[in-house]
């Protein structure tokens, strides 16, 4: 099996990040908090609990070269945390929400991070030494709902943003004083500050998230429909597909290298997309182990199923807590998995990563022996 480690931190996990030289996870125990585990001796330890917000914490990115972990919740605000000897201190980020920020991450050279809100709009924050805070400049008026993803291109200008509007844009993020003039993609005509390159109108429901390749040439995101798409020569003219599978809904993705994605979600079990020499991507297969439960029906359809232990239940009197699930039997997790962060990385390769989700569990995933899948590393 891919799953290497299997680590039970809490009942419930909203989102994770890893420390740069992966010693440390920081990661929300469904609360307002952010615990901070460090391995000691083979055996995982709470070292610091990061207590600043009123409410759920939604998001956290651990920037890998300045050591600074950032923090969002739904009470709209957000921190960056800076540690200075064995604390860690938080420093103000001027957001001017009115609704809850929901993701967050930091850009490739890590002068600046995104935040989105359920208020419609992306904050693109920056550091402001004279006052000692990080402000923000606003990108309003594109969304039509709650912003559930963003993800920086390489070239840290250009950010990609799903939304429950079924949209996913890319705008331009250039800060005048704080980017610098030869990294503008382009010529002088470049686009500014919060101008939309491209919207991508390929979903029919809520889009999730969203992620580039490492080159930067292809962009992916999925859909609630139990979709994933993929965009290449994104701009004017982008060349997009789509994937449909039968199973449950995804909710995050990560590209392990420029010809194989990651899915993550509701299945609790992550799911490999690969490209062909063609440039066609499709489902490869499931990561973990997916057995049938004997005690369910080896055929027949889902909805017949679904009526069998509806019917048994009430003839029974059974609460849905006391039915074993028939969907996925000995798998690394036990319900929806919703966040993936990427572990080890060779070159362009990314070979170790690891999942989160609803159960309180943190995986870490090997492809290093997975034979079927090094054609696409």
Same mark, same amino acid.
Request: glycine residues 8%; contains cysteine; charged residues 20%.
């Given at each position: 099996m891919?799953?290497v480690?299997v680590? *039970? ?5 909203t989102c ?5 030289d992966?010693?440390?996870?920081a990661f929300c ?5 952010v ?6 001796q ?8 990061l207590?600043k917000?009123d409410?759920l ?7 890998g ?13 957000s921190?960056v945390?800076?540690?200075?000897g064995?604390?860690w201190?938080?420093?103000?980020v001027?957001l001017r929400l009115?609704?809850a920020?929901?993701?967050v *991450?930091?850009s490739p050279?890590?002068n600046k991070?995104?935040?989105?809100s359920?208020?419609?709009?992306v904050?693109?924050?920056?550091y402001e ?6 402000v ?5 008026k594109?969304h039509?709902s709650s ?6 291109h390489?070239n840290?200008?250009?950010?990609a ?11 331009s993020t ?9 990294s503008?993609?382009?010529s ?5 500050f919060?101008e939309q390159?491209? *919207? ?19 962009l992916?995101?999925?859909g609630?429909?139990?979709m994933?798409?993929?965009v ?11 994937v449909?599978?039968r ?17 993550v ?6 799911m490999?997309?690969a490209?062909?020499?063609s ?13 049938e ?5 080896k ?8 009526f069998g232990?509806?019917y ?12 074993e699930?028939?969907?996925? *039997?000995?798998?690394a997790h036990d319900n ?6 990427l572990l080890?990385?060779?070159g362009?390769?990314t070979?170790?990563f690891?999942t ?17 899948l090094?054609e696409y590393?």
């Open positions: 891919a799953a480690a680590h *039970q931190f809490a009942q419930c996990i994770h990040a890893w420390s740069p992966q010693s440390m996870v125990p469904n609360s307002n908090e615990h901070i585990y460090k391995l000691m083979d055996k995982w330890e709470k070292v610091h609990v207590q917000h409410q914490v939604s998001g956290i990115d651990w920037s070269t300045s050591n600074r972990i950032v923090s969002v919740s739904h009470d709209r605000n921190y945390w800076n540690q200075e064995p604390e201190v938080p420093t103000l001027i009115n609704r920020a929901l993701c *991450q930091w050279k890590e991070f995104a935040v989105g359920g208020a419609k709009n904050c693109i924050c920056y030494g004279e006052n000692n805070w990080w923000s400049k606003v990108i309003r594109k039509n912003v559930t993803g963003v993800a920086w390489p840290n200008i250009l950010l943003t799903t939304s429950t509007d079924g949209k996913c844009r890319v705008f250039f800060i005048k004083g704080v980017d610098a003039r030869e503008k993609t382009g002088s005509s470049d686009p500014k919060g390159i491209v *919207q991508l109108d390929l979903s029919s429901s809520w889009a999730f998230g969203v992620k580039w390749s490492p080159s930067g040439n292809t992916a995101y999925v609630h429909n139990s994933i798409y993929f290449d020569d994104v701009g004017p003219s982008p060349l997009a597909q789509n449909a599978f199973y449950l809904p995804l909710r995050d993705v990560l590209f392990v290298s420029e010809k194989m994605v990651i899915g979600g509701y299945d609790c079990n992550p490999v997309f490209v062909d020499k440039g066609l991507w499709s489902f490869i297969r499931f990561l973990g182990e997916r057995k439960s004997s005690s369910g029906p055929s027949g359809s889902q909805f017949s199923e679904a232990k509806f048994g239940q009430s003839r029974q009197g059974l609460s849905s807590d006391t039915v699930p028939s969907k996925i *039997q000995g798998a929806c998995i919703n966040c993936i962060e080890k990385q060779q362009s390769k070979k170790r690891s989160s989700g609803m159960d309180g569990k943190v995986v870490i995933w090997d492809l290093e022996n997975q034979q079927d090094r590393l």
